[in-house]
């Protein structure tokens, strides 16, 4: 299932696909097809990509409130011909080499091999600290240790979300939870009725997805998601 598509080639050398449901960017070679790399940094569906005209640079928005730019190495993109030199889905199952490439994607070069000196797999990785940080690995910057710890937090929801099993457009954007009576706003977005509500009343009308104005207040109910969730709960509650 696929949330947006785009053929538009970036310098004639590659294309992205946005997929739905494994929240990932996967960027394809034009003139063989192969996948080059498999982006797979943001924890909600990616709605969203723009391209820098005559670079190679690309950026990815998604219902998780984050906007990723990727600037790509030609070289790189040219050696690589499938995704298995991405990261591995599950990030517990991380080889270093893994952690590596996470750490590359993430603009942290320069502590690939901190990390790798201390043998830092998946399973380490999300059970790193700002201490061990500090005292282990010791990385001396408190800027850099915020840094770090910021995306292997933004990990551990993906790894939560992932081991929950709850498709993400049944979870309400604001309250994080599933939904019982699930409502369309104006911005095209669904939402727990009492949440948007809420909302709306307190910050003036603004979207939680986009933080723009809504063109109306008019909730609609959103009867076709709502059969979902139920039955969804009755199959997984047994």
């Not at 995704?83 to 990030?91: G, L, N, S, V, Y």
């Not at 996470?102 to 320069?110: A, E, P, R, V």
């Not at 797999?121 to 700002?130: I, R």
């Not at 995306?151 to 939870?177: H, M, Q």
Request: hydrophobic share 35%; with cysteine.
């Amino acid at each position: 299932m696929w949330s947006g598509l785009s053929d538009q080639n970036l310098d004639g050398f590659f294309y992205p696909y946005l997929r739905s449901v494994d929240k990932s960017v996967i960027v394809y070679d034009t003139n063989t097809e192969n996948i080059l790399h498999t982006l797979t940094q943001h924890t909600r569906y990616v709605t969203t990509c723009a391209f820098a005209p005559g670079t190679l640079l690309l950026a990815t928005g998604s219902m998780d409130k984050t906007v990723n730019i990727w600037q790509f190495d030609p070289e790189a993109l040219c050696q690589a011909s499938s995704t298995e030199d991405q990261p591995k889905q599950f990030i517990e199952d991380w080889s270093e080499e893994d952690v590596s490439t996470w750490l590359c994607t993430q603009g942290l070069h320069d502590l690939v091999c901190i990390f790798k000196m201390n043998n830092i797999d998946g399973k380490e990785l999300l059970n790193l600290t700002k201490e061990s940080l500090a005292d282990d690995l010791k990385i001396e910057s408190l800027g850099l240790r915020s840094k770090v710890l910021r995306k292997i937090e933004e990990l551990r929801t993906k790894v939560k979300t992932l081991s929950s099993g709850i498709p993400d457009e049944f979870i309400c954007p604001i309250t994080r939870e599933v939904m019982k009576d699930p409502v369309i706003a104006s911005d095209g977005y669904s939402y727990e009725k009492e949440a948007i509500k809420n909302w709306i009343g307190k910050k003036k009308r603004t979207s939680p997805m986009t933080n723009l104005i809504l063109p109306s207040v008019v909730l609609t109910p959103n009867r076709t998601l709502k059969m979902a969730i139920n039955r969804w709960l009755e199959t997984h509650q047994k």
